[in-house]
Nanobody
Framework: QVQLVESGGGLVQPGGSLRLSCAASGTRVAAWPMGWYRQTPGNERTLVAA???????NYGDSVKDRFTISRDNAKNTLYLQMNSLEPEDTAIYYC?????????WGQGTQVTVSS
């Protein structure tokens, strides 16, 4: 049974930083593509960043040069380092893991950027 548990969200001032974590169980994060999505009320989930089984990564246009996705295989954890946060980054952030048969989602963690 694959489970993803996000943590690290919270309230931060504009220009600040947060690091989100996604701890996986039931599979190895090194084996599958993973990603971070975010969602605001009334809108669909949108891709923030994705990482392949290797080290290749891609980012949404609005977060390029500010966010970094990474993976610690020893800790079986996915990360999203978020710098220079803006109020527009306020959302619920979800971790995903995609196997050959389905995509798993975490429960989400709230990020609020406000002064």
């Amino acid at each position: 049974q694959v489970q993803l548990v996000e943590s690290g969200g919270g309230l931060v001032q504009p220009g600040g930083s947060l690091r989100l974590s996604c701890a996986a169980s039931g599979t190895r994060v090194a084996a599958w593509p993973m990603g971070w999505y975010r969602q605001t009320p009334g809108n669909e989930r949108t891709l923030v960043a994705a990482i392949s089984r290797g080290v290749g990564a891609n980012y949404g246009d609005s977060v390029k040069d500010r966010f970094t996705i990474s993976r610690d295989n020893a800790k079986n954890t996915l990360y999203l380092q978020m710098n220079s946060l803006e109020p527009e980054d306020t959302a619920i952030y979800y971790c995903t893991l995609s196997t050959a048969s389905r995509t798993y989602w975490g429960q989400g963690t709230q990020v609020t950027v406000s002064s």
